[in-house]
């Protein structure tokens, strides 16, 4: 399943299924060398994405307390799609790159470090207010 193909405007049983199918295609060449050979799929863990929305509340503090105007979508899970169906504006930020986060020898650089800790100055000064 290509990476692109789980986002949270597509449907994901129809991902699924399409990936179910294409493993049925596959598997009559794999057992020509190994007849024992199969696929199963189990799903560990199901939630919805969140949907990207510009004009969300959240987005819009994120911007401004954070100073940057860019809003992008990204290729990993969190919780904030169960908020979002909630009902509760969700943005999802952080200091680092996803490129090296969860995984051996991951790093924050220490000028995101201080970018977020100015962000969250900026959050608890507005939730004060």
């Known amino acids: 399943m290509a990476g692109g ?10 991902v699924f299924e ?3 199918a294409r493993m049925a295609d596959i598997l009559p060449r794999y057992r020509t060398g190994a007849p024992e050979a199969d696929f199963t799929t189990h799903v ?3 939630y919805p994405g969140l949907v990207r929305n510009v004009d969300s509340p959240a987005v819009r503090l994120a911007c401004a307390l954070s100073g940057n105007n860019d809003v992008h979508t990204v290729a990993f899970g ?7 169906q909630a009902g509760i504006p969700a943005v999802v930020c952080g200091p680092g790159s996803i490129h090296v986060a969860h995984k051996a020898d991951e790093f924050v650089e220490l000028d ?5 800790a100015t962000f969250l100055r900026r959050l608890a000064q507005r939730a004060s207010q």
């Open 5 to 14: 193909d789980a986002l949270p405007d597509r449907d994901q049983k129809a």
């Open 78 to 84: 969190t919780e904030a799609g169960l908020f979002q």
């Open 18 to 20: 399409r990936a179910k």
């Open 44 to 46: 560990h863990a199901e």
């Open 112 to 116: 995101q470090l201080d970018a977020c």
